[in-house]
T-cell receptor, first 113, second 111 residues
Framework: QQQVKQSPQSLIVQKGGISIINCAYE??????FPWYQQFPGKGPALLIA?????SEKKEGRFTISFNKSAKQFSLHIMDSQPGDSATYFCAAIVTSGTYKYIFGTGTRLKVLA | SQTIHQWPATLVQPVGSPLSLECTVE??????LYWYRQAAGRGLQLLFYSVGIGQISSEVPQNLSASRPQDRQFILSSKKLLLSDSGFYLC??????????FGQGTRLTVV
């Protein structure tokens, strides 16, 4: 119940296309969902985050869609660029709880020029 | 603004040698602190987390230990390294249980 399932494991997208990464969770106590971007040899960097009372949040080319009833959320990267090639992690946390972030297993995105 | 420092960036150590990785956070007080390990091409494994000085929670039984001697300092240690301890170690901090912020990591190779 503490898991966050992330798919796909890897993704190849043409430049200008839309990249979509999906995550699903079971624990309905999760109430904060950040996404991270990680380049090789670097630490993950916060990209965008959402709370379950919001169905969508957009920052630039990055959008999180949240479906509370389905317990699913997804990251959409519009107009994908080669510089977006990285590994993306979704995460979840119970903000009043155990202080532990539960991470998805990661999606390796490659955007072809 | 808050910053996190983690060092060294890379480390090559022989099997059986000790380990000490240090992480410090600036610009905040009483942060939650975390140590993660990431195997090549894999996800993030939580090793330890701390909600205050001297308070350490261990997630995975292993050859490692953690300490928090000061509010914004988090140390990962081992008395005797194993080959299986090789990996990418990441320190992170969080507050008010929102997002976590990561350091740049330490690439440890045990030979």
């Amino acid at each position: 119940q503490q898991q966050v399932k992330q798919s796909p494991q890897s993704l190849i997208v043409q430049k200008g296309g839309i990249s979509i990464i999906n995550c699903a969770y079971e624990n309905t106590a999760f109430d904060y969902f950040p996404w991270y971007q990680q380049f090789p040899g670097k630490g993950p960097a916060l990209l965008i985050a959402i709370r379950p009372d919001v169905s969508e949040k957009k920052e630039g080319r990055f959008t999180i869609s949240f479906n509370k009833s389905a317990k699913q959320f997804s990251l959409h990267i519009m107009d994908s660029q080669p510089g977006d090639s990285a590994t993306y992690f979704c995460a979840a946390i119970v903000t009043s709880g155990t202080y532990k972030y539960i991470f998805g297993t990661g999606t390796r995105l490659k955007v072809l020029a | 603004s808050q910053t996190i420092h983690q060092w060294p960036a890379t480390l090559v150590q022989p099997v059986g040698s000790p380990l000490s990785l240090e992480c410090t956070v600036e610009g905040t007080s009483n942060p939650n602190l975390y140590w993660y390990r990431q195997a090549a091409g894999r996800g993030l494994q939580l090793l330890f987390y701390s909600v205050g000085i001297g308070q350490i929670s261990s997630e995975v039984p292993q050859n490692l230990s953690a300490s928090r001697p000061q509010d914004r300092q988090f140390i990962l240690s081992s008395k005797k390294l194993l080959l299986s301890d090789s990996g990418f170690y990441l320190c992170a901090w969080g507050q008010r249980n929102t997002e976590a912020f990561f350091g740049q990591g330490t690439r440890l190779t045990v030979v």
